[in-house]
Nanobody
Framework: QVQLVESGGGSVQAGGTLRLSCAAS????????MGWFRQAPGKEREGVAA???????RYADSVKGRFTISRDNAKNTLYLQMNNLKPEDTAMYYC???????????????????WGQGTQVTVSS
Protein backbone atom coordinates (compact mmCIF):
# COMPACT_ATOMS: atom_id res chain seq x y z
CA GLN A 1 0.00 0.00 0.00
CA VAL A 2 1.07 3.55 -0.76
CA GLN A 3 -0.43 6.63 0.86
CA LEU A 4 -0.28 9.99 -0.88
CA VAL A 5 -0.92 13.40 0.65
CA GLU A 6 -0.97 16.54 -1.49
CA SER A 7 -0.34 20.09 -0.30
CA GLY A 8 0.45 23.50 -1.71
CA GLY A 9 -2.77 24.41 -3.44
CA GLY A 10 -4.33 27.83 -3.11
CA SER A 11 -5.72 30.85 -4.87
CA VAL A 12 -3.56 33.01 -7.11
CA GLN A 13 -4.01 35.56 -9.85
CA ALA A 14 -3.27 34.79 -13.47
CA GLY A 15 0.46 34.80 -14.09
CA GLY A 16 1.19 33.64 -10.57
CA THR A 17 3.01 30.57 -9.35
CA LEU A 18 2.33 27.65 -7.03
CA ARG A 19 4.26 24.55 -6.08
CA LEU A 20 2.34 21.43 -5.23
CA SER A 21 3.85 18.68 -3.10
CA CYS A 22 2.85 15.06 -2.73
CA ALA A 23 4.28 13.14 0.21
CA ALA A 24 4.33 9.38 -0.28
CA SER A 25 4.44 6.87 2.55
CA UNK A 26 4.03 3.15 2.99
CA UNK A 27 5.59 0.70 0.53
CA UNK A 28 7.38 3.26 -1.64
CA UNK A 29 10.51 1.32 -2.56
CA UNK A 30 9.17 0.32 -5.99
CA UNK A 31 7.23 3.47 -6.82
CA UNK A 32 8.88 4.42 -10.09
CA UNK A 33 5.98 6.11 -11.81
CA MET A 34 4.16 9.06 -10.30
CA GLY A 35 2.01 11.76 -11.78
CA TRP A 36 -0.25 14.73 -11.36
CA PHE A 37 -3.81 14.90 -12.59
CA ARG A 38 -6.46 17.58 -12.38
CA GLN A 39 -10.20 17.70 -12.55
CA ALA A 40 -12.33 20.79 -13.01
CA PRO A 41 -16.07 20.77 -12.18
CA GLY A 42 -18.04 19.01 -14.89
CA LYS A 43 -14.92 17.78 -16.67
CA GLU A 44 -13.06 14.52 -16.82
CA ARG A 45 -9.86 13.98 -14.89
CA GLU A 46 -6.90 14.79 -17.12
CA GLY A 47 -3.23 13.99 -16.88
CA VAL A 48 -1.00 16.98 -16.28
CA ALA A 49 2.48 15.56 -15.85
CA ALA A 50 4.21 12.32 -14.94
CA UNK A 51 7.57 10.82 -14.15
CA UNK A 52 7.54 7.40 -15.75
CA UNK A 53 9.42 4.25 -14.83
CA UNK A 54 12.55 5.06 -16.86
CA UNK A 55 12.82 8.46 -15.16
CA UNK A 56 11.50 10.40 -18.12
CA UNK A 57 9.02 13.23 -17.72
CA ARG A 58 5.80 13.65 -19.65
CA TYR A 59 3.55 16.70 -19.88
CA ALA A 60 0.16 17.58 -21.24
CA ASP A 61 0.44 20.01 -24.15
CA SER A 62 -1.56 22.59 -22.21
CA VAL A 63 1.11 22.89 -19.50
CA LYS A 64 4.36 22.38 -21.43
CA GLY A 65 6.80 25.18 -20.75
CA ARG A 66 4.85 26.33 -17.67
CA PHE A 67 4.79 23.32 -15.32
CA THR A 68 7.70 21.20 -14.12
CA ILE A 69 7.39 17.85 -12.38
CA SER A 70 10.17 16.59 -10.14
CA ARG A 71 10.74 14.22 -7.26
CA ASP A 72 12.98 14.01 -4.22
CA ASN A 73 13.52 10.32 -3.58
CA ALA A 74 15.18 10.94 -0.23
CA LYS A 75 12.02 12.67 0.96
CA ASN A 76 9.60 10.44 -0.95
CA THR A 77 8.02 13.59 -2.30
CA LEU A 78 6.73 14.53 -5.73
CA TYR A 79 6.48 18.16 -6.79
CA LEU A 80 4.69 20.16 -9.44
CA GLN A 81 6.05 23.65 -10.02
CA MET A 82 3.39 25.70 -11.77
CA ASN A 83 4.38 29.00 -13.35
CA ASN A 84 2.42 31.51 -15.40
CA LEU A 85 -0.85 30.09 -14.17
CA LYS A 86 -3.99 30.66 -16.19
CA PRO A 87 -7.66 30.64 -15.16
CA GLU A 88 -8.09 27.43 -17.14
CA ASP A 89 -5.65 25.74 -14.75
CA THR A 90 -8.27 26.01 -12.02
CA ALA A 91 -9.06 22.49 -10.79
CA MET A 92 -8.58 19.97 -8.05
CA TYR A 93 -5.10 18.53 -8.46
CA TYR A 94 -4.41 14.92 -7.56
CA CYS A 95 -1.20 13.00 -7.06
CA UNK A 96 -1.06 9.42 -8.29
CA UNK A 97 1.48 6.60 -8.04
CA UNK A 98 2.37 3.25 -9.58
CA UNK A 99 1.30 3.16 -13.19
CA UNK A 100 1.54 0.97 -16.24
CA UNK A 101 3.94 1.77 -19.04
CA UNK A 102 2.87 3.84 -22.03
CA UNK A 103 5.19 4.83 -24.82
CA UNK A 104 4.04 8.41 -25.16
CA UNK A 105 2.28 11.05 -23.13
CA UNK A 106 1.03 11.04 -19.57
CA UNK A 107 -0.20 7.57 -18.63
CA UNK A 108 -3.99 7.44 -18.31
CA UNK A 109 -5.63 7.76 -14.93
CA UNK A 110 -6.89 4.18 -15.19
CA UNK A 111 -3.32 2.89 -15.12
CA UNK A 112 -2.50 4.38 -11.71
CA UNK A 113 -3.02 2.33 -8.55
CA UNK A 114 -2.86 4.90 -5.77
CA TRP A 115 -4.35 8.36 -5.40
CA GLY A 116 -4.23 11.24 -2.99
CA GLN A 117 -7.22 13.25 -1.82
CA GLY A 118 -6.41 16.29 -3.90
CA THR A 119 -5.55 19.93 -3.39
CA GLN A 120 -7.50 22.82 -4.89
CA VAL A 121 -5.89 25.32 -7.24
CA THR A 122 -7.86 28.41 -8.18
CA VAL A 123 -6.55 30.97 -10.64
CA SER A 124 -8.41 34.24 -11.04
CA SER A 125 -8.18 36.55 -14.03
Amino acid sequence: QVQLVESGGGSVQAGGTLRLSCAASGYTSNVYCMGWFRQAPGKEREGVAAIVSNGGTRYADSVKGRFTISRDNAKNTLYLQMNNLKPEDTAMYYCAAVCGWVAFGVPPASSFSYWGQGTQVTVSS
